[in-house]
C-alpha cells in the first residue's frame, strides 16, 4: 500500500481544514488507518486512528471535539477534517496503515507512512 497525504496549508487561528490520504492498492480497505503530525523539533503523535470499516474512531485528547476522521473505501482515501485549529496544530501531519495488533496511538502498530502534508495554522 501507498499512501499520499494532501490538503495542507496555511490557514488562520480558528480556521478549518480538510487533510486527505489517498492509497493505492488492493489491501487498504483491509486496515485501520491512522493520522500523525509532527511539529518541528518534537516527536512524532497520533492525531486520530479510524478502523477497516469506519464503524469505530479514536483520537488524541488534544484534538477531540476538534477533528473528525472518516474513510472511503471505494475511493481508497481517509480524511481528516480539523475545526477551531490553534498554531499549536501547526506540523507536518502523515496518515499510516495500521498493520498490525495494538492500540491505535501506537506508532509500532502502523506500516506503509504517506509523505507528509504541513499544515500551518496563524495567530
Known amino acids: 500500500v501507498q499512501l499520499q497525504a494532501f490538503g495542507g496549508g496555511l490557514v488562520q487561528a480558528g480556521g478549518s481544514l480538510r487533510l486527505s490520504c489517498a492509497g493505492s492498492g488492493r489491501a487498504f480497505s483491509n486496515y485501520g488507518l491512522g493520522w500523525f503530525r509532527q511539529a518541528p523539533g518534537k516527536e512524532r503523535n497520533f492525531v486520530a486512528g479510524?478502523?477497516?470499516?469506519?464503524?469505530?474512531?479514536y483520537y488524541a485528547d488534544f484534538v477531540k471535539g476538534r477533528a473528525t476522521i472518516s474513510r472511503d473505501n471505494a475511493k481508497s482515501t481517509v480524511y481528516l477534517q480539523m475545526y477551531s485549529l490553534k498554531p499549536e496544530d501547526t506540523a507536518v501531519y502523515y496518515c499510516?496503515?495500521?498493520?498490525?495488533?495494538?492500540?491505535?496511538?501506537?506508532?509500532?502498530?502502523?506500516?506503509?507512512w504517506g509523505q507528509g502534508t504541513q499544515v500551518t495554522v496563524s495567530s
Open positions: 499510516a496503515v495500521k498493520r498490525y495488533t495494538g492500540n491505535y496511538d501506537s506508532e509500532e502498530v502502523y506500516d506503509y
Open positions: 479510524i478502523n477497516w470499516g469506519g464503524g469505530s474512531t
